[in-house]
């Protein structure tokens, strides 16, 4: 997985579309859970250009512990479309854009599991974990959970732990990373 360091991304910021992205699960494994909320952000360095919600029916039941973390309940995915339906949406809105995501072997794990259960191609945008840039621009943080970062930054409260809302905070500490000096 290609990953960009603060640096590169500086570099790339002013002539780039990224795709913020997150996705909500099952629960934490990508081999035996499955995504059931995806949110995407496409912007570059002036803004947001468009965005990308869904949920999605993963075929299994989602465990307690994260319906109660992201407020997701299987009444609620039940008769969606399911996660090879979502996957072609995805990736068509993605395109070559450079990804963002915190944490992003989380959420890239969930997702190369999930087109492999599909027979779908290798993912091979390149990535930028904000997790990672964060502790390069704002070294010395006591958390870089997205939720203390955002706190930290004076980014606006969102439904944290729903995909777009997160997607979206994701992309506020990647623009301010890039503008920190």
Same mark, same amino acid.
């Given at each position: 997985m290609p990953k960009l360091n603060l640096a590169s991304v500086r570099t790339l910021w002013p002539d780039t579309e990224f795709v913020a992205l *997150? =996705? #909500?699960t099952t629960g934490l494994?990508? /081999? =035996?859970d499955r995504i059931v909320e995806i949110g995407a952000l496409r912007f570059n360095g002036v803004g947001e250009i468009s965005s990308l919600s869904l949920l999605v029916d993963p075929g299994m039941p989602i465990s307690p512990g994260a319906s109660r973390v992201n407020g997701i309940t299987n +009444?609620?995915?039940?008769?969606k479309q399911p996660c090879d339906k979502a996957l072609p949406e995805l990736l068509e809105f993605i395109g070559k854009a450079l990804v963002v995501a915190h944490n992003a072997p989380f *959420?890239?794990?969930?997702l190369k599991e999930a087109l492999k259960r599909?027979?779908?191609?290798r993912f091979t945008n390149k990535i930028a974990?904000?997790? %990672? $840039?964060? /502790? #390069? +621009? =704002?070294?010395?943080l006591p958390s870089y959970a997205l939720q203390n970062l955002a706190r930290f930054l004076a980014i606006p409260p969102s439904s944290a732990h729903r995909a777009l809302d997160d997607a979206r905070v994701c992309k *506020? $500490? %990647?623009a301010r990373a890039v503008a920190q000096i």
């Open positions: *997150d =996705f #909500e494994n990508c /081999r =035996f +009444a609620m995915v039940r008769g *959420d890239i794990g969930f599909i027979g779908k191609r974990d904000t997790r %990672l $840039i964060a /502790r #390069e +621009a =704002f070294p010395g *506020d $500490i %990647l």
